[in-house]
């Protein structure tokens, strides 16, 4: 007996050397058949069993299980060495450098590496998002794909109202229609928040109607509404006025028409002086050194009431700023095609 356990105490030191000098894990799995596998050096000392008394099997049994034991601690241990000493090398040789920037980028790929930025009218979108809530009003977001009463019904466009005609529709085959104007968005916020409230809905719209210098089919807005228990047009030109200020940086040129709304009353349209050609006129202003950007006006009692508030207790304002207009305004840009073009020169500008 007390050979047998010897000779297992030797496998121990044979199969420690063997783990420790194995290279990957297909050496040790080598080395955990070759020791204790169907046909391994331990089943060959335990084959020799037969000819001990049941209490020596006993204790030969139990170095048998401490060798397994201590096989398993070894193996497990050095695989993890071995994982451990794979992963470092990786870090090594393979890695994304996150913090790259354009000129180290350029060095690495060569010349013509540019970094890439925000869309032009994103960027205005997000000063715009700063400004107003700044003064407390929240950014809420609606479907683009619309039924006709968000877009329509609820704001006061009775279903044989002319107006319908004023934004050409997108319909679908559901019976569904593309947004034409966030204006949507004031209806799903009157129906979701509990008044007084100050929101804007930047978005995109669709309309289906000729493409020109100053018109695309799709294209943003930027929706604000105040509910409140006292609005009055002077709030609403105020905010108008901080709004154009803060994103210009100085005051610019506007002048305030009526303007008819089917869910505003008063209605009005506010439009800027033309920056493209400085009010000389050109192909944006259609020659008259004014581009309209903000149609705006008080909400109409109708609407008010479609979303359950009381007109004599509730008064609102809101406005509807067409953001693509506003950055051609603010950079100069002459065609609003450049916008969705995808041409990489001209968004490179900004
Ligand atoms: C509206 O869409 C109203 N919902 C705005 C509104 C909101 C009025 C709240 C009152 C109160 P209008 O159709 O005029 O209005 O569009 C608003 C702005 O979107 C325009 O002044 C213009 O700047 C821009 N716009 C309209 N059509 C196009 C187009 N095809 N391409 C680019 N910009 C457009």
Request: charged share 20%; glycine share 8%.
């Amino acid at each position: 007996m007390a050979d047998l356990i010897a000779e297992i105490k030797a496998l121990e030191a044979n199969a420690a050397a063997a783990i420790a000098g194995a290279a990957d894990a297909d050496a040790l799995a080598q080395v955990s058949h070759d020791f204790t596998g169907k046909k391994g050096a331990l089943t060959g000392v335990m084959k020799q069993l037969g000819s001990l008394t049941p209490e020596e099997r006993g204790e030969v049994g139990k170095a048998a299980n401490a060798f397994k034991n201590k096989l398993d601690e070894l193996l497990s241990a050095k695989e993890s060495e071995l994982m451990q000493a794979k992963f470092a090398s990786l870090a090594e040789t393979e890695f994304l450098d996150l913090s790259v920037t354009p000129p180290e980028y350029a060095a690495v790929r060569g010349s013509g590496a540019h970094s890439g930025h925000t869309h032009p009218i994103t960027q205005t979108q997000r000063r715009l998002e700063e400004i107003f809530t700044s003064m407390g009003f929240s950014i809420v977001d609606g479907p683009q794909v619309e039924d006709d009463y968000h877009n329509f019904g609820a704001l006061n466009f009775t279903d044989d109202h002319p107006a319908r005609d004023m934004q050409d529709t997108f319909y679908t085959a559901t019976g569904h229609l593309l947004r034409t104007h966030t204006s949507t968005v004031q209806i799903r916020a009157l129906e979701g928040m509990k008044p007084p409230l100050r929101i804007i809905a930047p978005g995109r719209v669709f309309r289906y109607e000729e493409v020109d210098a100053s018109h695309e089919h799709t294209f943003y807005q930027m929706e604000g509404m105040i509910i409140d228990r006292k609005v009055s047009v002077g709030n609403l030109l105020h905010l108008m006025q901080t709004l154009l200020t803060e994103v210009f940086g100085r005051e610019v040129d506007v002048r305030l028409r009526p303007g008819y709304f089917p869910f505003v009353e008063p209605g009005f349209e506010l439009d800027m002086k033309c920056l493209v050609c400085n009010g000389s006129g050109c192909s944006v202003c259609k020659h008259s050194g004014w581009v309209e950007v903000l149609p705006c006006g008080l909400v109409h009692p109708n609407v008010l009431r479609s979303a359950g508030l009381d007109p004599a207790e509730w008064q609102g304002a809101a406005f509807g700023l067409g953001l693509n207009r506003l950055v051609m305004m603010q950079h100069g840009i002459e065609d609003i095609r450049h916008f969705m073009a995808g041409k990489l020169d001209f968004l490179r500008q900004f």
